[in-house]
């Protein structure tokens, strides 16, 4: 198993001064003994007798230093857990350190692609963990909060299939000038909540276009014509919203665009499929309220969301993430 070694070795012994020939030999005074360190933080992964579950788990045995406690910036946090996975598949179950962000989202400071997979269906865990990056991140909430996550890993992402209890830490070296930083880019309450209702309505209503006119040709003409309307109506609305999701999206993977773009592609793509998996009399009767739902008379969108528009609207990204500047 690969081992990630995160603190200082055990400190050597001292050692006495040579004696010169012409002195009477003297009895050396006895070398203080050496003051030990903690020894590195090594990733560990022991096996536990196996028993079939239903659901995945993990908790939390503890931590070092324990919740509650101070850390600073070269703190490499020792946790303990132990896990168990249903439907275990070598090479697949990831575990991380997750850390809560103002953004609504979190951060780990581990890298899945690096860290060991899990080599058991039911284990006792030690994860090692380097908050040097959890000091680098703005985002990150102020105590500290972590818990350990399982990741079910698919191609380069993966999903959580268990979490541990939230514990709390407090970072007693922030400058004030980084705790000024937490602040400016601190998220609103309900921004999150309200962009995501605004986009999820932008994008549910694209989805499901796009797979009535693939379904039922001879519909298309209408439908079209309909929905170009529609859009038209709510085009200033739908490119603020897009662009501002999107900036939330760069803001939560720290300025990576291929990473936010595949995260908007999911969100789209979860959309989609929900629409390719109706049958044809269920997407028929949702294409006919289409229609319907968009026509002038009848348009619901602005009831629907334009308190959420409103609410995104009165917050504008801080200028010192330019990125996420997009109105």
């Not at 939230?166 to 309450?189: G, M, N």
């Not at 209702?197 to 932008?202: G, K, L, P, R, W």
């Not at 289409?290 to 504008?316: C, G, H, P």
């Amino acid at each position: 198993m690969r081992k990630f070694v995160l603190a200082a070795l055990w400190a050597a012994g001292a050692s006495v001064d040579a004696q010169t020939p012409e002195a009477e030999p003297a009895v050396a005074d006895a070398p203080a003994p050496a003051t030990p360190v903690a020894p590195a933080c090594v990733f560990r992964d022991d096996a536990l007798p196996d028993a079939p579950v239903a659901e995945s788990s993990v908790v939390l045995l503890g931590t070092s230093p324990a919740e509650n406690a101070d850390v600073r910036r070269a703190t490499v946090l020792a946790v303990d857990a132990e896990y168990r996975i249903a439907k275990f598949e070598p090479g697949t179950y990831v575990p991380i350190g997750l850390f809560a962000e103002s953004s609504g989202s979190s951060m780990s400071p581990n890298d899945s692609t690096d860290t060991p997979a899990l080599a058991h269906a039911h284990g006792n865990l030690h994860l090692c963990v380097s908050l040097a990056k959890v000091y680098a991140s703005d985002f990150t909430v102020v105590p500290f909060e972590f818990r350990v996550v399982i990741l079910r890993m698919q191609g380069a992402g993966g999903r959580s299939v268990a979490q541990a209890k939230l514990v709390k830490f407090k970072p007693v070296d922030l400058s004030p000038d980084e705790l000024a930083a937490r602040k400016t880019v601190a998220l609103p309450e309900g921004y999150v909540d309200a962009l995501r209702t605004a986009f999820d309505h932008f994008d549910t209503r694209a989805a499901r276009y796009h797979e009535c006119v693939r379904r039922f040709p001879a519909a298309q003409p209408l439908l079209t014509k309909t929905y170009r309307a529609w859009e038209r109506r709510h085009w200033s609305d739908i490119q603020f919203i897009s662009a501002r999701m999107y900036g939330y999206d760069l803001a939560i993977t720290h300025d990576q665009p291929a990473n936010a773009v595949r995260i908007l592609d999911s969100t789209h793509d979860v959309q989609a499929e929900r629409f390719a998996a109706m049958g044809n009399a269920e997407l028929q009767k949702d294409c006919d309220f289409m229609r319907e739902d968009m026509l002038v008379s009848e348009d619901v969108t602005n009831d629907a969301i334009s308190d959420e528009i409103a609410e995104v609207r009165k917050w504008t990204p801080p200028h010192r993430r330019p990125k996420m500047e997009l109105k």
